[in-house]
């Protein structure tokens, strides 16, 4: 999916038992439920390998 700011591509970014969505071109992070709405399948398959993890 695209970066809100520069349509650059957004990849999963795990940090300790946070994932966030972070943008390969500008490098702002989104959290998940800041994005929840907009997720493409692509980006909600990645993020199905990370349900153990806490979504804050
Ligand atoms: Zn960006």
Redesign the pocket.
Known sequence: MQ??????K?EVARSCRRVRLR?R????EYRIHEVAGDLDEETEAVLEQYTVLIYD
């Open positions: 970066c809100k700011k520069c349509k650059g957004l943008c071109k500008c490098g702002t």
